[in-house]
């Protein structure tokens, strides 16, 4: 954090532009929100302001009456400055309390808009000393009064109600197969996969594993399921003509996740399940991605996979995961 109680931005490696699945989940939730919360929801209305022509002990006997360091200075329905409680200490010093809060005063204030997302007032407030940002609606009217106590209490309501709002999906999801009555109950998630799509690249995976997190899966499963799945999604971006379609099924005893393609299918399957052995051109290898790893990822996160290609029609992998005892000797049989 720096001096003003600001949470400092983490520094990314700009080399490349594009956000994979690991710096994404580098990214706090409280980082997302000061992009989401518009600044004008966690502003104060209740406006406590006075006029440029009022003596400045006024406005210390106003400041120590209602408790508060600053106010915006009104003069005919217009906001002219901003008086603080550090122009007061200035006057102070000078002994010079009958003089007007004009002589004092900021003008013009640096002000916010209050439709701008909540990240724009961190910056000023970073690159200010400011203990309060006037805001303004979009017909440049004075809206209220921002500080950075506000921002804190907006971000920690915006946090609470995620946490509420999780709760109950999660509560949803966990109870989904309770009044189902059938011989095999089963959940199927299917995603299609563009090729070269690195924008979207482990979006697949996200909403595997945050589903599986609903459910009530144990977090070191939703993991494995996750890792096994970007994999997956990846080498479809990567590799494919057409992308793909990854399909996971999930089961109480089991997880069968299933990635399908058309082409152009893998020359040695052998061979390119071996640790560092890649096809993936120097334009992609530039990007970040390629290193060969990630059918190696893959076997090391599943209980058992079966990759089957055809050189020029595609690829086939098939993945499971086993959730309880029972299935371990289904996993040894199958394998």
Do not use: W
């Not at 302001?49 to 406005?59: A, F, G, W």
């Not at 893998?266 to 061979?271: A, L, W």
């Not at 690829?315 to 394998?335: C, F, H, T």
Request: aromatic fraction near 4%; include cysteine.
């Amino acid at each position: 954090m720096d001096q003003n109680g600001v949470p400092s931005k983490k520094k990314v490696n700009k080399k490349s532009v594009l956000i994979d699945d690991r710096v994404a989940e580098e990214i706090t939730r409280v980082e997302e929100l000061s992009y989401e919360i518009k600044i004008g929801e966690v502003t104060t209305h209740n406006l406590i302001s006075v006029s440029p022509h009022e003596t400045m002990i006024q406005v210390v006997e106003l400041f120590r009456h209602k408790r508060i360091s600053g106010a915006p200075v009104i003069d005919d329905d217009h906001l002219v400055g901003i008086i603080s409680m550090e122009d007061l200490i200035r006057c102070l010093l000078k002994s010079d309390t009958n003089s007007e809060v004009k002589k004092y005063m900021t003008s013009p204030p640096t002000v916010v808009k209050a439709s701008d997302p909540v990240v724009e007032a961190l910056k000023v407030f970073v690159n200010t000393h400011f203990g309060r940002l006037p805001v303004l609606d979009d017909e440049g009217n004075l809206y209220g009064i921002l500080t950075k106590g506000d921002i804190t209490m907006g971000l920690l309501r915006a946090l609470q109600r995620d946490y509420q709002i999780e709760e109950l999906r999660r509560y949803r999801a966990s109870h989904l197969f309770e009044d189902i009555e059938s011989d095999r109950s089963s959940l199927i998630l299917r995603y299609q996969i563009k090729p070269h799509d690195f924008t979207n690249g482990g979006a697949a995976s996200s909403n595997i594993k945050r589903a599986l997190i609903r459910l009530g899966a144990a977090p070191m499963i939703a993991r494995r399921v996750g890792i096994a799945v970007y994999e997956a999604e990846m080498n479809l971006i990567i590799h494919t003509t057409n992308g793909g379609v990854i399909r996971v099924e999930i089961e109480p005893h089991r997880i069968s996740i299933d990635a399908t393609d058309d082409g152009p299918g893998i020359e040695d399957v052998q061979q390119a399940m071996k640790p560092g052995y890649s096809t993936a051109t120097e334009e992609i290898r530039e990007l970040g991605f390629g290193a060969g790893m990630g059918l190696v990822n893959i076997s090391r996160c599943v209980d058992n996979m079966i990759l089957e290609s055809t050189p020029g029609k595609g690829s086939r992998m098939r993945m499971k995961i086993y959730l309880n005892e029972d299935s371990v000797g289904e996993a040894s049989q199958s394998k």
